[in-house]
């Protein structure tokens, strides 16, 4: 026998839980229909004219979010603009400035997707840019083509049967909110790319509260993995879950957050995206509130707070507004779910589906309790078996971390 480093130890179960998560997702997505089948292609639905997508305005949070302010070439922020030399976008460029080639990271992202798509879609033609950032004041005030955060799309055919399906592909692609302005073109644009929403999935503020074992208030900012948070078993009872790990961390950035003010004085501070469990109307049972995401909540929908006897109730929602605030914080619990600032929310965010999210993440709740094991029992090991096992919890969580990213894109 040849003693092993912890490192090589952490190793082998991380290959471990990686064979666990990879033999239930084969075996989890059947049997059932098309087990064992490729899926079929979902088939796309054009956009009808006028028609936009979300229904919502552009400019709202569940949108593309609000204008920033105009970028110049003179403005700190045109460092924040790329180019986009995309050999399959043809752009139109009727300044002779280059200025429709610049936009924000995300616009260039999404716009690549499309170019794509549109390729796929209709073999020889393809995407054409007629208008992206915005030098010469050509828009209304708050356009967020100042901002290269909006493009105005045709196909190179210029043929205008296309577009309601250009649209729809545009959708696709990713884009925060498209729609089929005019017979001539199709407006589409993206959220900030500043936006923790958009790159790092949902998350809480610094100032985020969160209560822990013996009844003490903690905030986000001082929340550390092992930590048991309040937060609610499958059967709707009030427990302790330990903190597994966060799914992201950036005490340094700033977002905007939605801010959910309930009838009892609760105030949750949560990005659009992540998940909350939300009813319609006023339902006492727990098994009736369903995971959604924060955008799609509104006034007098029901959320759950926890009260002060160890209870679980409902209150409804009575204002939703936002606010800029410091820090990103994703606690993962083992539970799956926590309350922060005195309401129930998911641990999840971008994934609509929470059962799916947390049966995901089973690989990894298994290696934790397989790892805290390891830790319980180290000292009754023999000697020469674990001279050279240097564990402590610390390490242990900082360890299992660099396998959650891993689950978090598979899903």
């Not at 903690?218 to 948070?229: E, F, I, N, Q, T």
């Not at 009030?238 to 309930?262: A, G, K, N, Q, Y």
């Not at 006023?282 to 009260?307: C, M, Q, T």
């Not at 929602?317 to 994703?330: D, L």
Request: proline share 5%; with cysteine.
């Amino acid at each position: 026998f040849c003693p092993c480093s912890s490192d090589i130890l952490l190793a082998r179960l991380g290959l471990l839980a990686a064979c666990t998560y990879t033999w239930l997702w084969v075996h989890g997505c059947g049997p059932g229909p098309g087990y064992g089948s490729r899926p079929r292609q979902r088939k796309l639905t054009p956009l009808a004219y006028k028609q936009y997508v979300p229904g919502i305005s552009e400019n709202n949070l569940g949108a593309s979010g609000r204008a920033e302010g105009k970028i110049t070439r003179n403005s700190e922020r045109f460092n924040e603009l790329v180019c986009n030399y995309n050999p399959d976008i043809d752009f139109k460029d009727e300044e002779h400035t280059e200025a429709d080639r610049f936009m924000s990271k995300r616009c260039k992202d999404c716009l690549n997707k499309l170019s794509i798509a549109v390729m796929n879609q209709w073999p020889g033609v393809r995407l054409r840019v007629t208008e992206a950032w915005d030098e010469d004041d050509n828009h209304p005030p708050g356009s967020l083509h100042y901002e290269g955060r909006a493009v105005d799309i045709t196909t190179s055919d210029r043929d205008i049967k296309k577009y309601g399906l250009l649209a729809q592909l545009a959708v696709e692609a990713g884009f925060d909110w498209v729609y089929y302005e005019s017979k001539h073109h199709v407006h589409c644009s993206v959220k900030a790319d500043h936006s923790v929403a958009v790159e790092k999935g949902g998350c809480f503020p610094a100032s985020g509260m969160v209560m822990v074992s013996g009844g003490l208030l903690k905030p986000m900012s001082r929340l550390r993995p092992g930590d048991a948070v309040l937060a609610s078993s499958e059967l709707g009872d009030v427990v302790f879950s330990r903190v597994l790990l966060f799914l992201h961390l950036d005490p340094e950035s700033r977002s905007t957050f939605l801010i959910l003010s309930t009838e009892d004085g609760r105030c949750l501070a949560l990005t659009s995206n992540h998940l909350i469990f939300v009813a319609s109307t006023n339902k006492p049972h727990y098994h009736e509130y369903y995971a959604d995401f924060a955008s799609r909540v509104r006034r007098g929908d029901y959320v759950l707070i926890s009260g002060r006897d160890g209870s679980m109730r409902p209150s409804k929602i009575t204002s939703i507004s936002q606010e800029e605030r410091s820090g990103v914080y994703a606690p993962l619990t083992e539970h799956g779910n926590l309350f922060v600032d005195g309401v129930l929310v998911s641990s999840y965010a971008s994934i609509e589906d929470h059962r799916l999210a947390h049966w995901a993440f089973g690989p990894l709740r298994f290696l934790f309790g397989l790892s805290l094991i390891f830790v319980q029992f180290y000292h009754f090991f023999p000697p020469w078996l674990t001279r050279n096992y240097r564990f402590n919890k610390l390490d242990l969580y900082s360890q299992i971390s660099y396998h959650k990213k891993i689950l978090y894109y598979c899903i």
